[in-house]
């Protein structure tokens, strides 16, 4: 069906949607490629939310050369006006002959509809090429569009032993270099990082993204159940651009509540009692506000919370070559356990990689009920 060079064609498509990681939310990642006789005359990438769609900026570089030729884009293309016109429209309009993606959107104004809409108007639509590849691309923004939920990463740098921290509460660093730096360009590509009120007190972290060519900081949401952060701490010092969120429990005092906010700070009433917040209350409330993608940083506490509570879609671990011991020592996971093996989290679509010295043990599981 299709032949070596519309795999090429789609394959650089997908390598110009990669440009755009970090800065499009809640917009998906497409590129696209115009191509006539065989050749590349323009193409095109989503840069960011609210600016031209990928499809827009390949047909606009083409400059009017576009009539009967092939368009190449990562993801089937708008039919409904939201920010931007719909890019059906556009692409009718141009004169293109033929249109190849991979897959359709998942937004459900879309679905199906703009394939619809192109084929009404005598254009020729293929889909199914390098899908997979596709699929994984928008795995952020097909989780939103789906359960309107942000997609989430689970990042930990472990011990050999599965420790995250010293029995003193130590943790700077097990990982190396290398791999705190490729949490910095995690950090630019997701819309809010979470970690839990022991890693503010204890840490007393930034989560700022600190890359060498520059990036962007993400929002900063501290799970709090009863409000008792110190406001000294800083992730609420002025200066810092990103914002930053305060996840309590409904049972926290109104009292408290006013305090965050008279500090400027945006508080999430996410369900739960007894000081616990429930994580999957927190997630609706930040798909809410159009948050589509966040990774968990810590520590054992909201790792344990999250694995129980079956939120994770994706872990990230960075395994360095360190015994560190102690019963008393926090783990990535505890909790009460599981009591037999058969019971155990097992984390399928496996990658593994190096970074200096640490491993980079990357994996998924699968969905289910959550438990709150």
Not at 107 to 134: F, H, K, W
Not at 150 to 168: M, N, Q
């Amino acid at each position: 069906m299709f032949s070596p060079d519309d795999e090429l064609f789609m394959r650089r498509a997908l390598s110009l949607a990669v440009k755009g990681r970090g800065r499009t939310s809640p917009n998906p990642l497409v590129g696209a490629v115009v191509v006539r006789d065989g050749c590349i005359i323009s193409e095109g990438y989503h840069a960011r939310a609210g600016g031209p769609h990928a499809e827009v900026v390949a047909l606009e570089g083409a400059a009017g050369a576009v009539h009967g030729a092939d368009l190449y884009v990562t993801l089937e293309p708008c039919c409904h006006h939201g920010r931007t016109p719909p890019c059906t429209a556009r692409i009718i309009q141009a004169g293109i002959r033929r249109v190849v993606i991979p897959t359709f959107d998942p937004n459900p104004l879309v679905s199906g509809r703009g394939v619809q809409t192109l084929r009404a108007a005598g254009i020729l639509v293929e889909s199914g090429l390098l899908s997979e590849e596709a699929a994984n691309l928008n795995e952020t923004f097909t989780k939103f569009m789906t359960y309107r939920t942000p997609f989430v990463i689970l990042k930990a740098a472990v011990s050999l032993d599965g420790k995250i921290a010293t029995r003193t509460g130590d943790a700077r660093w097990i990982s190396g270099e290398q791999s705190r730096e490729y949490v910095h360009g995690m950090r630019d590509q997701v819309d809010a990082v979470i970690v839990g009120m022991g890693t503010v007190r204890r840490d007393n972290p930034r989560l700022t993204t600190r890359l060498s060519e520059g990036g962007h900081d993400p929002i900063r949401v501290i799970v709090d159940g009863l409000g008792l952060l110190p406001l000294d701490a800083q992730v609420f010092q002025t200066g810092v651009d990103s914002q930053t969120w305060v996840a309590v429990a409904a049972d926290t005092t109104p009292e408290r509540i006013d305090t965050l906010e008279r500090r400027g700070l945006a508080v999430l009433e996410a369900g739960g009692s007894n000081g616990r917040v429930c994580l999957e209350h927190l997630l609706k409330r930040l798909g809410e506000r159009e948050v589509t993608s966040v990774m968990i940083e810590g520590g054992e506490g909201i790792f344990t919370s999250a694995i129980e509570e079956g939120i994770v879609d994706k872990f990230l671990l960075f395994v360095a070559p360190l015994l560190v011991g102690g019963k008393t020592a926090p783990s990535l996971f505890g909790g009460a356990g599981v009591e037999e093996i058969g019971q155990a989290l097992r984390l399928s679509r496996l990658r593994i990689g190096q970074l200096g010295e640490d491993l980079l043990i990357e994996g998924y599981r699968s969905m289910h009920e959550g438990t709150c």
